[in-house]
């Protein structure tokens, strides 16, 4: 069972109805009761960092995702503003994000992007990861974002895309995941991910 954190900063909805076409068994929870018996995380996003961290850390669910990850060592995958939060620190509000993967969440700038926020379809590539498997590079994902994580290892990058400036568009550390885009909005691929990510071991 895949634990979908609601937390008042993610749209659960939209990726609970995705999980329910793949008939992949979920929960939205916020209970770590709940949480604890599940086999996978998937943390989603769509609001300003500093609010997603507010309510993480108001919820205690802070605590409660690093234990799940760092000591139960369970597959986790964040979504948009829920990968952002992995990192160190995000320039969206100068908060502190959960540090569970180094680095810094930073804001395109519009010399380089143009048109900011980054919206609609765009192209990935990948170092060919399980997540990605059966998704060919070059493939396209929807995203709607103003920040990109710029991890500090950049042997944690398994997805690149270009916007202006080519940027981490996916990263991976041991059990931790984390996807820019949308799968839950992006058609057959995104599909394909979150069942790659619930067959995952």
């Not at 568009?169 to 931790?176: D, L």
Request: aromatic share 10%; net charge positive.
């Amino acid at each position: 069972m895949i634990a979908l954190i609601d937390y008042g900063g993610g749209n659960t909805k939209s990726v609970a109805n995705i999980l329910e076409r793949l008939q992949i068994s979920y929960e939205i929870t916020n209970n770590p009761e709940v949480i604890d018996k599940s086999d996978k995380i998937i943390l989603p996003g769509v609001a300003n960092f500093t609010y997603c961290m507010e309510q993480l850390i108001n919820k205690k669910l802070d605590l409660v995702i690093k234990n799940e990850i760092l000591n139960k060592k369970k597959l986790f995958l964040g979504i948009c503003s829920g990968m952002q939060l992995l990192g160190s620190f995000s320039e969206e509000g100068n908060t502190a994000g959960l540090n569970l993967i180094s680095g810094t969440v930073r804001k395109f700038k519009i010399e380089d992007s143009k048109i900011v926020p980054h919206v609609g379809w765009n192209k990935i590539n990948h170092n060919g990861d399980d997540l990605l498997k059966n998704i060919g590079n070059n493939s396209r994902f929807y995203f709607c974002h103003s920040f990109y994580f710029d991890p500090e290892d950049k042997s944690n990058i398994i997805i690149n895309s270009k916007y202006g400036k080519n940027f981490c568009s996916g990263i991976k550390k041991n059990n931790i995941y984390g996807i820019q885009f949308h799968p839950e909005k992006s058609l057959e691929f995104g599909k394909i991910l979150i069942h790659n990510f619930s067959q995952l071991s």
